[in-house]
């Protein structure tokens, strides 16, 4: 008889439900991160020879097994499509990187998935390197960078203030009063955290010519990112996109701005645009209460009532608003990790699926696919609660946790949300109509593709007529 196959034990523990199941899974998991540990130390003081012999035999990830049930690293077997993991214990494995012994390992298995990031956009930082000296060091200043004061929250709503009562009037004029709301996302977010990325270099002021060039960065960036998923870039692309950013930014210190504007402008704009959508448009019943409290946010941005839904007039708090817009909408929807026994080719890399996850009616309710912000006021529902539960993931885990998940992001979003909010208000008496809807009501949760909505587009309206009248 064939003894007892431990990967399969773990896999089939995290398949199966109940209390049964989950203890065999943790006590599983925990022997496995034992043999783990001691073999990491093995690693140090034996001979490699020995080393090897020793570990031939070794727990492995469940995720690189999980479907096929018998996938072996040594024996080179057919491997399908690519797995997408979309249980919380599967997927807490594959980021938390358990198949891997060393740090090195782990974050290998991260950034080759990212390889095409180094082709298509030049890239060189944490996501990409491979030397965890260089990696570390990005985190850090990425840390730094995103630590604000109250002075200098201040400052960023002050600038977003003017860039995005700007962008309405340039778009008005170029387009005969109409505004693209994607257009007027896309170029705020990116023109508002350029000073925060680059606060050393100098970043061009308001201008028709800085305005357009934006916008022509904020499409190539998309255009080169999604033809770097399916096919190659097109020739000139990112020297074209290298170039409108020297326009924004005028001392450019000789390395490569993208290294900063993407991770943080990629995810940013999108989540924005989608929490805006539901704040203003999808949720009539609750827009006036949500709104308000997205202006309290905006005229002190650091303050601790960000957290609070019990003094909010209806009973949610900004954070509350945010994380739901980040369940629903994750930007980052699936997070990739090159596990052995996998082909090293992009197309199959094993894959935890974020958004699924985020919208699974077994962790969420029936509702799980509604735009409902205050399931986050409750106990059940804290920060601490749910990262260690593992079901909100939004922002990655530990090891490779984002360093923008506590204060930066949420933050950051509800500002411009806010901020577009109550310039669009005070411009034009709260009132807008919309021209072209592209779709936003629709039953269901808005699409999470990041060309979806791009023609959505308002203009003043004379008349108090609500704008979904229009
Ligand atoms: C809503 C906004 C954001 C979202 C949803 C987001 C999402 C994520 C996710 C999912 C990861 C983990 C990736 C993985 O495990 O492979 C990550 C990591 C990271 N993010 Fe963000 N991010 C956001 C904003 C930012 C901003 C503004 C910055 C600033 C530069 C940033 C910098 C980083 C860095 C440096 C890492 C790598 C951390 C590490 O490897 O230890 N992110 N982010």
Known sequence: MLPPDPDKMIVNAARGRGVISRIQFLVLTAARQIWQKLTGTLVKVLPQSVYRFL??????????IITNGQRDTDKQVDIPLPDVFKSPEVIRELLKGSAFLTREDRLASRNNTNQRLVSAFGLDNAFTTNALSHKDEFVTRAKQLLRLDQAKW?????????????????????????????????????????????????????????????????????????????CQVAEGE????????????????????????????????????????????????????????????????????????????????????????????????????????????????????????HRDPAIWGADADIFRPTRWASEKMMP????????????????????????????????????????MAQQCGSTWKIVEDDGIFRVGPLRNDRDAYLSLSVERCEEDVSIHAA
């Open 55 to 64: 570990t031939s035999w070794r727990w492995k990830d469940p995720a690189t």
């Open 154 to 230: 201040r400052a960023v709503a002050g600038n977003a203030e003017q860039l995005v009562r700007f962008g309405i009037t340039r778009q008005e004029e170029r387009a005969e009063g109409v505004v693209n709301v994607s257009r007027l996302v896309q170029t705020t977010v990116l023109l508002a955290v350029m000073p925060i990325l680059f606060p050393e270099n100098e970043v061009a002021q308001l201008t028709f010519e800085a305005d357009e060039a934006a916008f022509s960065a904020a499409q190539a960036i998309n255009r080169i990112w999604a033809a770097s998923k399916t």
């Open 238 to 357: 990112l020297q074209g996109l290298l170039r409108e950013l020297k326009v924004l930014l005028t001392s450019p210190d000789g390395k490569n701005p993208l290294n900063w504007i993407i991770p943080a402008y990629e995810t940013l704009w999108r989540i924005t645009f989608r929490c805006f959508i539901e704040v203003h448009y999808k949720n009539p019943e609750q827009q006036e209460h949500f709104k308000e409290v997205f202006r309290h946010h905006v005229a002190d941005p650091m303050s601790a009532e960000f957290e609070d839904h019990v003094n909010s007039n209806c009973g949610v708090s900004c954070s509350n608003i945010v994380n739901e817009a980040l369940r629903l909408y994750p930007p980052t929807k699936k997070i990739y990790r090159a596990t052995p026994g996998y082909p090293t080719d992009s197309s199959t890399y094993p894959a935890a699926d974020i958004e699924a996850l």
């Open 384 to 423: 601490v609660e749910v990262r260690r539960r593992g079901i909100f993931l939004p922002f990655g885990m530990s090891p490779s946790l984002c360093p923008a998940s506590q204060v930066f992001a949420p933050r950051i979003i509800a500002l411009l949300v806010g901020v577009m909010d109550s310039v």
